[in-house]
């Protein structure tokens, strides 16, 4: 079994920082293209930020210029810096990678349990 852990929310106010980190564990060949989406109240989820495994990256337009994405190939994490925090931030972000994996073989998508972020105004 494969599994997704976020950790690095949290409150914090409007104008701050945060860090979100998720470490995927368990029987795993590769890691191919990460994320971090997120859902608020009453919406649907939402891409923020992906990264593939060459490190291209592509952002929600809401989030370019205030969020990046990074990953430890060696250690299967991904991390999302957000900087200048707003209060529509506010939301569950949740974790996403597609994962090979022995058995059945093959690359599946794999999610985490979200994290929550509180931007106050």
């Known amino acids: 079994q494969v599994q997704l852990v976020e950790s690095g929310g949290g409150l914090v106010q409007a104008g701050g920082s945060l860090r979100l980190s998720c470490v995927a564990s368990?029987?795993?060949?590769?890691?191919?293209?990460m994320g971090w989406y997120r859902q608020a109240p009453g919406k649907q989820r939402e891409l923020v930020a992906r990264?593939?495994?060459?490190?291209?990256?592509n952002y929600a337009d809401s989030v370019k210029g205030r969020f990046t994405i990074s990953r430890d190939n060696a250690n299967n994490r991904v991390y999302l810096q957000m900087n200048s925090l707003k209060p529509e931030d506010t939301a569950v972000y949740y974790c996403?990678?597609?994962?090979?994996?022995?058995?059945?073989?093959?690359?599946?998508?794999?999610w985490g349990q979200g994290t929550q972020v509180t931007v106050s105004s």
């Open positions: 368990g029987k795993i060949l590769s890691m191919n293209s």
């Open positions: 990264i593939t495994l060459g490190r291209s990256t």
């Open positions: 996403n990678a597609n994962i090979m994996i022995p058995s059945p073989f093959g690359f599946y998508d794999y």
